[in-house]
């Protein structure tokens, strides 16, 4: 099984359940569990229909009952801290209401990152730089066996490789690692790209993007690398620009990038998938911290954002086509998505500011796109324990792992932290 924020995932029950710690022989035990819970909350009143499969030999699953008033305690302190009468919330910033499964507490990351990256190869999770505080980043890689269950494994990233805000695909053996932000605060970007050979840790240098980008949408489809959007040089304007090369085995098939269809709409931080004949780009925002003008370290400074739930399919006639919005605007999920039963899953980001506190908000909730029916649903509620998570890295054994907070909100500390959830939406 591959998985990144990119690459072409295969997942099948057998892989579930073999990298549920080993527990396996040829024979699945699967115990279906369907529940049908009908709920109402301030800001709409319909019914909602989930279906979880868990294994339970797997005992992380916890499935709490939404009628049971002490599941809702912690959103009510959570509330009534920001103190906001509720008519000023709309739904952006209100929870969805769906299943709220518990999440277990993993092994911590060696070191807190934010704005890093993840792809999964196998039963590894490559986790790469990213930021340890605002004044410090890091450059190496931390490796997770999900067979194990330990980190180790880690090494270092080349000197000329972007820290944060990574453009990141892999195709299950090659890691592309395509220009980024450079350095700590908000310094400014490099255009370099790199390739990692992960059966022999070693990097290779590859064409440069045209011109740099931050957090651009970057994904491997049909043999070629794209790499859409992102932030554009001054890390605040949204880049519409589209580019691809051909790629084999860790190598450029040309010399150059070749200039795409331009995205109808730019930015960074989304989910970027290839099923087949389709490439979906999702969610994402317009407009980032900029540097302080003048500030010798490139302070970062807040800038308008706007969040946004879009989703965008190109398909072999190389049209963008828009397709129904996610059910909240979701920002930062580049690496927080995987594929399971021809449905996308994301987990966590963040979405627009509180309108009245004006802090970061993070979403809670675990979207599901059909692929079939291309709907939107939530079939699941992350619980309040990752409050403070958005969801950065990703990665699947059967059940869905979420590292580090990775949020940008200064008031939110960024832990180490990792939490992992079993189980499956119908
Ligand atoms: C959920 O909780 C409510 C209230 O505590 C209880 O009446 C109901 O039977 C519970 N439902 C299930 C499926 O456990
Ligand atoms: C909710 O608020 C956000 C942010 O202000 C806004 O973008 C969105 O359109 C609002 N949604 C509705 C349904 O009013
Ligand atoms: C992952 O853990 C398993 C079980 O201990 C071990 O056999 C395997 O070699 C590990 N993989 C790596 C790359 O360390
Ligand atoms: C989330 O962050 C807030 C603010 O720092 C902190 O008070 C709270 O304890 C954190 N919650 C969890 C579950 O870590
Ligand atoms: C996969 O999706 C199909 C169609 O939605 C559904 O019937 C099936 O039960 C799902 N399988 C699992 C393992 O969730």
């Given at each position: 099984m591959v998985r990144s924020c990119t690459g072409k995932h295969t997942f099948t029950k057998a892989t579930v359940v073999a990298a549920l710690g080993g527990l396996v022989g040829a024979v699945l035990v699967l115990d279906f569990l369907w529940a049908s819970v009908s709920s109402s909350s301030s800001s709409s009143s319909s019914t909602y229909s989930y279906t979880i499969w868990a294994?339970?030999?797997?005992?992380l699953v916890v499935i709490s009952?939404?009628?049971?008033?002490s599941q809702n305690k912690r959103a009510d302190v959570k509330e009534k801290k920001q103190r906001v009468p509720e008519g000023l919330l709309n739904y952006t910033f209100a929870d969805i209401v769906a299943p709220r499964l518990e999440w277990e507490e993993m092994a911590p990351a060696p070191v807190p990152r934010l704005d890093g990256s993840s792809v999964q190869i196998k039963n590894l999770l490559y986790v790469f730089s990213g930021y340890g505080t605002i004044d410090y980043v890091h450059s190496h890689v931390d490796v997770y066996n999900f067979t194990d269950k330990t980190w180790g494994g880690r090494f270092d990233t080349p000197k000329e490789m972007a820290h944060s805000h990574l453009g990141i695909t892999t195709d299950g053996r090659y890691v592309y690692v395509i220009s980024g932000q450079y350095g700590p605060q908000c310094r400014g970007p490099t255009a370099r790209a790199f390739v990692l050979d992960?059966?022999?840790k070693k990097w290779q240098s590859f064409p440069p993007l045209p011109v740099p980008r931050y957090a651009p949408a970057t994904q491997i489809w049909k043999g070629r690398l794209h790499v859409i959007g992102g932030s554009k040089e001054n890390r605040h304007t949204p880049g519409k620009d589209h580019w691809s090369i051909a790629v084999k085995n860790g190598k450029a098939l040309e010399k150059k990038w070749r200039t795409e269809v331009s995205i109808p709409r730019g930015g960074p931080h989304r989910a970027c998938v290839a099923v087949e004949n389709q490439l979906y780009v999702i969610g994402g925002q317009e407009g980032d911290f900029m540097p302080k003008p003048g500030s010798p370290i490139f302070k970062c400074s807040r800038r308008h954002e706007v969040v946004y739930g879009d989703v965008y399919m190109l398909d072999e006639k190389m049209k963008w086509k828009e397709l129904p919005p996610m059910p909240k605007p979701d920002s930062h999920i580049e690496c927080s998505w995987v594929l399971v039963n021809n449905s996308i899953i994301i987990v966590g980001g963040t979405t627009e500011k509180h309108p009245v506190t004006k802090r970061m908000i993070l979403v809670g909730e675990l979207f599901r796109f059909?692929?079939?029916?291309?709907k939107w649903y939530s079939d699941w509620k992350a619980s309040l324990p990752c409050e403070n998570y958005s969801g950065r890295f990703l990665g699947m054994d059967g059940c869905i792992l979420r590292l580090d907070s990775g949020t940008e909100d200064p008031i939110i500390p960024n832990q180490g932290r990792s939490l992992e959830i079993c189980g499956e939406p119908s």
């Amino acid at each position: 099984m591959v998985r990144s924020c990119t690459g072409k995932h295969t997942f099948t029950k057998a892989t579930v359940v073999a990298a549920l710690g080993g527990l396996v022989g040829a024979v699945l035990v699967l115990d279906f569990l369907w529940a049908s819970v009908s709920s109402s909350s301030s800001s709409s009143s319909s019914t909602y229909s989930y279906t979880i499969w868990a294994n339970h030999r797997s005992r992380l699953v916890v499935i709490s009952n939404l009628t049971d008033p002490s599941q809702n305690k912690r959103a009510d302190v959570k509330e009534k801290k920001q103190r906001v009468p509720e008519g000023l919330l709309n739904y952006t910033f209100a929870d969805i209401v769906a299943p709220r499964l518990e999440w277990e507490e993993m092994a911590p990351a060696p070191v807190p990152r934010l704005d890093g990256s993840s792809v999964q190869i196998k039963n590894l999770l490559y986790v790469f730089s990213g930021y340890g505080t605002i004044d410090y980043v890091h450059s190496h890689v931390d490796v997770y066996n999900f067979t194990d269950k330990t980190w180790g494994g880690r090494f270092d990233t080349p000197k000329e490789m972007a820290h944060s805000h990574l453009g990141i695909t892999t195709d299950g053996r090659y890691v592309y690692v395509i220009s980024g932000q450079y350095g700590p605060q908000c310094r400014g970007p490099t255009a370099r790209a790199f390739v990692l050979d992960t059966q022999t840790k070693k990097w290779q240098s590859f064409p440069p993007l045209p011109v740099p980008r931050y957090a651009p949408a970057t994904q491997i489809w049909k043999g070629r690398l794209h790499v859409i959007g992102g932030s554009k040089e001054n890390r605040h304007t949204p880049g519409k620009d589209h580019w691809s090369i051909a790629v084999k085995n860790g190598k450029a098939l040309e010399k150059k990038w070749r200039t795409e269809v331009s995205i109808p709409r730019g930015g960074p931080h989304r989910a970027c998938v290839a099923v087949e004949n389709q490439l979906y780009v999702i969610g994402g925002q317009e407009g980032d911290f900029m540097p302080k003008p003048g500030s010798p370290i490139f302070k970062c400074s807040r800038r308008h954002e706007v969040v946004y739930g879009d989703v965008y399919m190109l398909d072999e006639k190389m049209k963008w086509k828009e397709l129904p919005p996610m059910p909240k605007p979701d920002s930062h999920i580049e690496c927080s998505w995987v594929l399971v039963n021809n449905s996308i899953i994301i987990v966590g980001g963040t979405t627009e500011k509180h309108p009245v506190t004006k802090r970061m908000i993070l979403v809670g909730e675990l979207f599901r796109f059909d692929l079939r029916s291309h709907k939107w649903y939530s079939d699941w509620k992350a619980s309040l324990p990752c409050e403070n998570y958005s969801g950065r890295f990703l990665g699947m054994d059967g059940c869905i792992l979420r590292l580090d907070s990775g949020t940008e909100d200064p008031i939110i500390p960024n832990q180490g932290r990792s939490l992992e959830i079993c189980g499956e939406p119908s």
